[in-house]
């Protein structure tokens, strides 16, 4: 299997109705222990991914990404719109320049390169309650995926859920949420969620 342009536009727009979906879900959770606006962010994201689709069409698959990444950068409002545009920016880092299609192999190759820069950015990792407790397990799970494009995503899609309710379970380490200390226990992280959704949506694009 194959994927150009128009196809990954396809999973990232089946992605941003997942968010869109969950807006109110991520204003809820992170009112709890953080600043209470993730789904408001997630929502700008959401606009910004349509606006680059409608608007990218034709380019090969890193320039594409490399737009959509700094549009997402430029959303205001919180910490997620300079995450997320690097992790969208980051999918295409490994890409050849002309590239307008991406097989399996170079599917791996994204979640990796994804990983790298957002580790370039955030200290985080798997136990601090932050959306980097979907991200890593997803990868690892994409990059060890036995078959096409759809088990990649898939198995990416699983981990990231299980990492997402996982923090449930854990105290937070970074941002307002660290105050709280041990009451964050009960309450999983609004960005684990997003990633995992995230990952939902790009797997349920390929239907």
């Not at 170079?106 to 136990?127: D, F, N, P």
């Not at 397990?137 to 299980?162: K, Y």
Request: contains cysteine; glycine residues 14%; negative net charge.
């Amino acid at each position: 299997m194959l994927l150009d342009e128009a196809g990954i536009a396809r999973c990232l727009l089946s992605a941003a109705q997942m968010w869109e979906d969950n807006v109110a879900r991520f204003n809820e959770i992170d009112s709890k222990y953080g600043d209470g606006d993730h789904g408001v962010t997630i929502g700008k994201i959401v606009a910004a991914i349509r606006h680059a689709v409608a608007e990218g069409a034709g380019q090969p698959v890193k320039a594409f990404l490399a737009d959509l990444g700094g549009a997402v950068m430029a959303v205001g409002g919180g910490s997620a719109g300079p995450l997320y545009g690097t992790l969208f920016e980051g999918l295409g880092d490994g890409l050849d320049a002309a590239a307008t299609t991406v097989g399996p192999a170079e599917v791996r190759a994204m979640l990796g390169s994804c990983q790298a820069a957002m580790a370039a950015i955030t200290k985080a990792r798997v136990g601090d309650k932050t959306m980097m407790d979907a991200l890593i397990p997803a990868v690892a799970a994409g990059e060890s995926a036995v078959g096409d494009i759809p088990e990649v995503l898939q198995a990416a899609a699983q981990a990231a859920a299980d990492g997402a309710q996982a923090t449930a379970q854990m105290v937070s380490k970074f941002g307002r949420a660290r105050s709280y200390g041990d009451q964050t226990l009960g309450t999983p992280d609004a960005g684990a969620l997003s990633t995992a959704l995230l990952f939902q949506g790009l797997a349920a694009g390929l239907d």
